[in-house]
């Protein structure tokens, strides 16, 4: 008779069996694959392990703040923000293609997450929230023809390079099962229900050069477009959903005077795995009332796009 309870106990053994009396670093995303394995490893050796949150200043608005709070409040853990910021946005000044934004920011990641650990004395396992999809995926392509559309960012390499050995508590668990999971290790349900959000974060969903004052832009029209997704109850209807700022800016009018201003496009797709998504039949109301709230909140907002590019052929993101 399988229970989460059960299993629960089960891999909390495996990891003290595994880790003895060894300290384990774990980079901590926010997402919920790497939170419920913080919070799982954290229950099982307690102070022997430390957290890492990378800030890249590529996170949504607030988000730093609050997953660092969520950890800070709940849970009673070595957690260390790294606000690595001006390193990621110097290093990606006026880059704009996708492959190398992608490449040094997983660069990046990985030199911070590096500089962070090796402060902590005797560290020997690097947690990692793999899934069994993820086992299954890395199995069944290896060796065959592949195609890269896009080199994904996550700690994959990172732990041969520093010599570490992996704990993968979640290797057995499907996405839905690390929901139920994380409720039992009483994540909030907020948290739990979050839409995926990628590694390389903001980077991706502002094509063309990133600049701060782009960032903030998107920041703060993501912000206004998931809150109105949240007050029309949709958000649990949607996979993924968030704005991007266009590298472009447009004519416009407002009161009587010229505007000038960036373009913002909207994207909210329904998939079961990401790899395949349609786009979310907004009705006209939802869609007029959104775009007059980002151009009355946001300043440097004239013109709102709705994109209704499935994939294929699309991708998810942007970039
Ligand atoms: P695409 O854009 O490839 O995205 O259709 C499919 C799903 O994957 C997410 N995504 C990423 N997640 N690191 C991640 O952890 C990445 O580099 C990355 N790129 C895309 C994307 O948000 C969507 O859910």
């Keep these: 008779d399988w229970t989460m309870g059960a299993y629960?106990?089960?891999?909390?053994e495996d990891i003290r069996a595994q880790v003895g009396d060894k300290k384990v670093i774990c980079a901590l995303s926010g997402g919920v694959d790497s939170s419920v394995t913080g919070i799982l490893l954290h229950e099982a050796i307690g102070d022997q392990?430390?957290?890492?949150?990378?800030?890249?200043?590529?996170?949504?608005?607030?988000?730093?703040?609050?997953?660092?709070a969520m950890f800070r409040d709940n849970y009673n853990l070595n957690l260390i923000h790294a606000d690595e910021s001006d390193l990621f946005l110097g290093?990606?000044?006026?880059?704009?293609?996708?492959e190398t934004k992608r490449k040094i920011i997983g660069k990046l990641f990985i030199d911070v997450f590096q500089k962070y650990a090796d402060q902590i004395e005797g560290a020997e396992f690097l947690a990692q929230?793999?899934?069994?999809?993820?086992?299954?995926?890395?199995?069944?392509?290896?060796?065959?023809?592949?195609?890269?559309?896009?080199?994904?960012?996550?700690v994959g390499g990172l732990p041969e390079k520093m010599g570490l050995k992996l704990v993968e508590p979640l290797r057995g668990l499907f996405k839905d099962e690390v929901r139920v999971l994380g409720r039992e290790l009483g994540l909030p349900a907020s948290f739990i229900g979050r839409h995926p959000f990628p590694g390389p974060g903001l980077a991706i969903r502002?094509?063309?050069?990133?600049?701060?004052?782009?960032?903030?832009?998107l920041r703060e029209a993501d912000a206004?477009?998931?809150?109105?997704?949240?007050?029309?109850?949709?958000?649990?209807?949607?996979w993924q959903a968030f704005a991007a700022i266009l590298p472009m800016r447009t004519v416009g009018v407002m009161g009587d005077g010229r505007t000038y201003d960036y373009a913002v496009g909207l994207r909210a797709v329904t998939s079961v795995d990401g790899m395949t998504a349609d786009y979310y039949?907004?009705?006209?109301?939802?869609?007029?009332?959104?775009?007059?709230?980002?151009?009355n909140e946001v300043k440097g907002v004239n013109r709102v796009f709705y994109d209704v590019t499935s994939k294929p052929p699309g991708t998810i993101e942007l970039e």
Aim: charged share 30%; with cysteine; net charge negative.
């Design 49 to 68: 392990l430390t957290c890492v949150f990378v800030d890249h200043g590529l996170l949504r608005k607030d988000e730093a703040k609050e997953v660092v």
């Design 224 to 238: 206004v477009y998931i809150d109105q997704i949240r007050k029309h109850g949709l958000y649990d209807e949607i």
């Design 91 to 98: 290093e990606l000044e006026g880059v704009s293609d996708p």
């Design 206 to 217: 502002c094509p063309g050069e990133i600049t701060r004052d782009k960032l903030d832009i």
């Design 8 to 12: 629960r106990q089960e891999m909390i």
């Design 281 to 295: 039949p907004f009705s006209h109301e939802f869609l007029g009332e959104t775009m007059t709230r980002i151009i």
């Design 129 to 154: 929230g793999t899934l069994y999809p993820d086992v299954i995926e890395s199995v069944s392509f290896s060796g065959g023809p592949s195609v890269t559309i896009k080199s994904h960012h996550n």
